[in-house]
Nanobody, 121 residues
Framework: QVQLVESGGGLVQAGGSLRLSCAAS????????MGWFRQAPGKEREFVAT????????YYADSVKGRFTISRDNAKNTVYLQMNSLKPKDAAVYYC??????????????WGQGTQVTVSS
């Protein structure tokens, strides 16, 4: 059984930074990608970033490009999301996902419980 556990969310002022972590257990992901998605109240879950386990190729939503960085530690089966220059519109529950390869949330089989990110203006 795959478990994804996110951590690192919290309250930050606009312009500040947070680092999210997602630790995967239950299996080793040698292929495919890990993704970060977010969902604000009343909005659909949206893509943030993905990284492939093998090559480390990354892909970002335009809204976070240049501000967010996704990375992974294969030995720890952990993916990170470094978020800089945060804006109030970045506030959402952030979810990590595994078992997919694209930027579409329905492509992913496994999800974490989510971690809240709040950005004050």
């Amino acid at each position: 059984q795959v478990q994804l556990v996110e951590s690192g969310g919290g309250l930050v002022q606009a312009g500040g930074s947070l680092r999210l972590s997602c630790a995967a257990s239950g299996r080793t992901f040698s292929g495919g990608a890990m993704g970060w998605f977010r969902q604000a109240p009343g909005k659909e879950r949206e893509f943030v970033a993905t990284i492939s386990w093998s090559a480390g190729s990354t892909y970002y939503a335009d809204s976070v490009k240049g501000r967010f960085t996704i990375s992974r530690d294969n030995a720890k089966n952990t993916v990170y999301l470094q978020m800089n220059s945060l804006k109030p519109k970045d506030a959402a529950v952030y979810y990590c996902a595994a078992g997919g390869v694209s930027s579409y949330y329905w492509d992913y089989d496994y999800w974490g419980q989510g971690t809240q990110v709040t950005v004050s203006s």
